[in-house]
């Protein structure tokens, strides 16, 4: 009885003793708002940018990042966790985006494809 004791006893550390920092991070709406600097990639060329994240509604967000003379926005875009994204197609042209947060960093990756398109952004940031 008393090893039946002991073992049930150590089978209940070694569960609570299980590490719960593995878990997914979770990302609120609140956690992208704000405003980051860092760089852009396009197609090679490199240039500082200024990433701007708004709120939109109860569950979204807006991004707009200006890189050089060009300022791209992604309108709206749902908040499912750290990780936002969305394809659309249209007359044959693919556009995509995926962005991450962690903590104060933020990455996002653009890919535009068809119709004589083939460019590929990639910017990461660190909030300010």
Not at 88 to 96: E, I, L, P, R, Y
């Amino acid at each position: 009885m008393n090893l039946s004791r002991f073992l049930l006893f150590a089978f209940v550390i070694v569960l609570s003793a299980c590490d719960k920092d593995d878990a997914e991070p979770t990302c609120a709406q609140s956690d992208w708002v704000g405003t980051y600097t860092g760089t852009a990639n396009c197609d090679g060329s490199s240039d500082n940018t200024t990433v701007t994240i708004t709120a939109r509604g109860t569950d979204q967000i807006v991004i707009v990042y200006v890189a050089g003379s060009t300022t791209t926005t992604f309108d709206p875009l749902t908040v499912e966790g750290c990780d936002v994204e969305r394809t659309n197609s249209a007359q044959g042209v693919t556009g995509s985006v995926s962005a991450t947060l962690d903590g104060d960093n933020f990455s996002l990756t653009e890919t535009l494809t068809g119709g004589g398109f083939d460019t590929n952004c990639v910017v990461t940031a660190t909030r300010q």
